[in-house]
């Protein structure tokens, strides 16, 4: 990589930091959206919207969740709303596969501070952006990855290549990431790297981060490659077309 700046440090606590971007032109050949499809563009990182404690709780969801399978390469998801779950080389859908014995793995309380974790970056989405919280929806895929240093060992362990959320999923209009564990404490490699065309930028992750940003090609980005440790962080992405929303999991 060429020149490198640090977004945000994971010793610094963010209140808000923003950059704004020109919106690429990805938002034009769909349709608009009024109150919710990118007029502003650029990315946001807050310390400050989900405490450490919180994401210490919700890494435990996934880590319980995670438990039941895992990919045989070095990046594994959860995704609560499908219930797709990495085993092995494949995917299975966890609440078919593991049927009532689900209840055993999470609680009530799980999926409610989950609900109440998506519902507050939303609102700061909403909030940073200009945009009506009530105008976004939330979108698929939304999940928890656990990155290690372990080879790939299909196309779906590679996690690290250049991409744009947009191009990649359709349906995205706003993308975060609440990171819940700690670069250079809990894992090397695995920091988030926003590709611009003079620097990179790259956002340090700590338990308790919220990365979060336009979908478009204003923010091409890929994640280094984790060198030691375990990398947790869940991903949770926004439409502004009602026709790609999802409802938040329940515990059947």
């Not at 440090?9 to 499809?37: I, M, Q, W």
């Not at 070095?74 to 494949?90: R, T």
């Not at 362990?157 to 975060?176: L, N, R």
Request: net charge neutral; with cysteine.
């Amino acid at each position: 990589d060429a020149v490198t700046e640090v977004l945000a440090h994971r010793s610094d606590n963010l209140r808000d930091k923003f950059v704004e971007l020109p919106c690429s032109e990805d938002y034009g050949s769909a349709r608009r959206f009024a109150g919710c499809t990118p007029r502003k563009c650029g990315r946001g990182v807050t310390d400050a919207v989900i405490t450490r404690e919180e994401a210490e709780r919700i890494r435990r969801i996934a880590e319980r969740g995670l438990s039941l399978g895992g990919s045989d390469g070095g990046a594994s998801i959860l995704d609560l709303h499908s219930g797709a779950l990495s085993l092995g080389k494949h995917f299975v859908n966890l609440y078919r596969y593991f049927g009532d014995k689900i209840q055993e793995i999470f609680t009530e309380e799980d999926f409610a501070l989950y609900r109440d974790v998506r519902q507050r970056i939303q609102q700061r989405i909403a909030q940073v952006f200009g945009i009506s919280s009530s105008a976004m929806y939330l979108t698929k895929p939304t999940f928890f990855s656990r990155m290690n240093s372990t080879e790939a060992k299909t196309t779906h362990d590679e996690y690290w290549h250049p991409h744009v959320d947009k191009v990649t999923y359709g349906s995205f209009d706003y993308t975060s990431l609440l990171y819940l564990s700690d670069y250079s404490k809990d894992f090397g490699g695995g920091r988030f790297v926003f590709m611009d065309a003079d620097s990179n930028k790259t956002v340090e992750p700590r338990a308790g981060r919220v990365s979060f940003f336009t979908s478009g090609s204003e923010n091409l980005h890929r994640v280094e490659r984790v060198r030691w440790g375990t990398r947790f962080a869940v991903t949770i992405s926004f439409s502004c077309d009602p026709a790609h929303g999802i409802a938040d999991p329940l515990l059947a």
